[in-house]
Nanobody
Framework: QVQLVESGGGLVQAGDSLRLSCAAS????????MGWFRQAPGKEREFVAA????????YYADSVKGRFTISRDNAKYTLYLRMNSLKPDDTAVYSC????????????????WGQGTQVTVSS
């Protein structure tokens, strides 16, 4: 079975940094696009960032571009999201997801999802 397990969330102050990790198992990790999505209370899930199978291509939502960096370590079956200059609006549950086909901006294109990790940014 495929498992994606996020970690690294927590409570931080505005302007601080955090690194999320997503440990994958049960799939050929390097064959999948990987993405991060987030969902705040009362809001729809939104795309945050994604990366191609090799990690050579990255994609970001405008709201996080320049602040967040997505990366992956295929040897470790792990996806990362480095978040800098965090803002209260970044507060959400962050989930990682695996996507075989591409179309990384669309949540419906993803085949597998993790449970999410909470990120809370105080002002």
């Amino acid at each position: 079975q495929v498992q994606l397990v996020e970690s690294g969330g927590g409570l931080v102050q505005a302007g601080d940094s955090l690194r999320l990790s997503c440990a994958a198992s049960g799939l050929t990790f390097s064959r999948y696009y990987m993405g991060w999505f987030r969902q705040a209370p009362g809001k729809e899930r939104e795309f945050v960032a994604a990366t191609s199978q090799s990690g050579d291509n990255t994609y970001y939502a405008d709201s996080v571009k320049g602040r967040f960096t997505i990366s992956r370590d295929n040897a470790k079956y792990t996806l990362y999201l480095r978040m800098n200059s965090l803002k209260p609006d970044d507060t959400a549950v962050y989930s990682c997801a695996a996507n075989y086909a591409g179309f990384v901006y669309n949540a419906t294109a993803y085949d597998y999802w993790g449970q999410g990790t909470q990120v809370t940014v105080s002002s």
